[in-house]
Each structure stands twice: as C-alpha cells, then as structure tokens.
C-alpha cells in the first residue's frame, strides 16, 4: 500500500503521553497505534453509514409497497438461526 504525505496530528500532553506508554506495552510505536485507530474508527463509522443507508433504503421500499414482516415473525425467524436452524426468513405482506 503507497502511504501518501504526512499527516500532522496535535495532541494533548496528557493523551501522547498515554499513547506513548500504551506503544511501549504494545512493543508498537505510537504512530503505528494512531494508524489502528483511525483505520478501525473510519471502517466502524464506514459500517454505520452503510446501515444507516440500507435502513433508509427498507423504509423506502416499505412506504412504496407496504411490504414488511412483524415484529414477532422476526424475532421467532431470528430465534431459528440463534438456534442453528437453516431457517429461511419470513415472507413479506401487505
């Protein structure tokens, strides 16, 4: 992976010196701990956004064509699967 130019990051005394300590115990240097972090923060918020989009997506398809299951044929089809069932979902009505 081609890093691209240096990105200058400022930090409170108190949060480098944590950083700093925490790389140490690590056996990691502190820039590559920042790194971690900022990749595992952008693909999490990467993830919400995805969510956020398909919940937003469902409720479109919903409003457009009425379709939708209850409440309680998804949590019993949800049961099947936390049970280990191959359990095909429910099927949507009006």
Same mark, same amino acid.
């Given at each position: %992976?081609?890093?691209?130019?240096?990105?200058? !990051?400022? !930090?409170?005394?108190?949060?480098?010196?944590?950083?700093?300590?925490?790389?140490?115990l690590?056996?990691?240097?502190?820039?590559w701990? %920042?790194?971690?972090?900022?990749?595992?923060?952008?693909?999490?918020?990467?993830?919400?956004?995805? !969510?956020?989009?398909?919940?937003?997506? /469902? @409720?479109?398809?919903?409003?457009?064509?009425g379709?939708?299951?209850? /409440?309680?044929?998804?949590? /019993? @089809?949800?049961?099947? !699967?936390?049970?280990?069932?191959? /359990?095909?979902?429910?099927?949507?009505?009006?």
């Amino acid at each position: %992976m081609a890093l691209s130019p240096t990105t200058s !990051l400022k !930090l409170e005394a108190g949060l480098k010196e944590r950083l700093r300590r925490l790389a140490n115990l690590r056996r990691r240097s502190a820039h590559w701990l %920042m790194r971690a972090a900022i990749e595992q923060y952008v693909e999490r918020e990467e993830a919400r956004e995805r !969510l956020k989009e398909d919940a937003l997506a /469902a @409720w479109t398809d919903f409003e457009r064509t009425g379709r939708h299951v209850t /409440a309680e044929e998804a949590d /019993a @089809w949800l049961e099947r !699967l936390e049970a280990g069932e191959d /359990a095909q979902p429910p099927i949507p009505h009006e």
